[in-house]
Structures are given as structure tokens and as C-alpha cells.
């Protein structure tokens, strides 16, 4: 069983950063990608960057393109979503998703919050 477990959430101001973490119990390098998620209360789940590990492509969601980044520690098996220039639109609760072997695995969710 893959288990996945965010941190790294919080309240911060518009203009702020936030990084998000990802551990996982089973080696990253050999899933088929790793995403994040956000979803708002009564809004679906929507995408927020996807990275495909072995064509090595990532895919980034238009409002966060230029202003999030994710990164990969294989050695932790750890995937990050750094969060920069945060703005009230991004408050959600984030979840990581690991797919491995054509099956998807959710972390619990971390909130996300951003007011002044």
C-alpha cells in the first residue's frame, strides 16, 4: 500500500510563499507521475502540475505557470510544490496523487490559505 503524506501548508499573506512537501513510503522514480491537486469546498478537484517520470515532461496549469514549481528528491522520496507570488484565487486544499502500475494514490490534503 502507498501511503503519501503532505505538509507544509498555512496562512500567508498575498505575495507570499509556501512549500509543499509529499513523502512517500515507496521510491518515486519508480512511479509513472506525481501531481498535485487543489480543490476548493463544493468545486471539483482540478490539476495543478503534473510530472511524468519517465518521459521526464512536466505540466503546469495555466493561473500557476510561472509562480509554482515542482520538484523531485528521490532520495527522500519526496516531491515539492514550491509556491511563490500566492494570491487569494490559490487557497484549496492541496493533494498529491503518486500513480503507480495504472493505479492512483491521494495523500490526505493540506490547507492552503491565502488573505491578508
Known amino acids: 500500500q502507498v501511503q503519501l503524506v503532505e505538509s507544509g501548508g498555512g496562512l500567508v499573506q498575498p505575495g507570499g510563499s509556501l512549500r509543499l512537501s509529499c513523502a512517500a513510503n515507496r521510491s518515486i522514480s519508480s512511479s509513472s507521475a506525481m501531481t498535485w491537486y487543489r480543490q476548493v469546498p463544493g468545486k471539483q478537484r482540478e490539476l495543478v502540475v503534473a510530472?511524468?517520470?519517465?518521459?521526464?515532461?512536466?505540466h503546469y496549469e495555466d493561473s500557476v505557470k510561472g509562480r509554482f514549481t515542482i520538484s523531485i528528491n528521490n532520495a527522500k522520496n519526496t516531491v515539492f510544490l514550491q509556491m511563490n507570488s500566492l494570491k487569494p484565487e490559490d487557497t484549496a486544499v492541496y493533494y498529491c496523487?503518486?500513480?503507480?502500475?495504472?493505479?492512483?494514490?491521494w495523500g490526505q490534503g493540506t490547507q492552503v490559505s491565502v488573505s491578508s
Open positions: 496523487r503518486a500513480d503507480f502500475n495504472g493505479r492512483g494514490y
Open positions: 510530472h511524468f517520470t519517465v518521459a521526464g515532461i512536466t
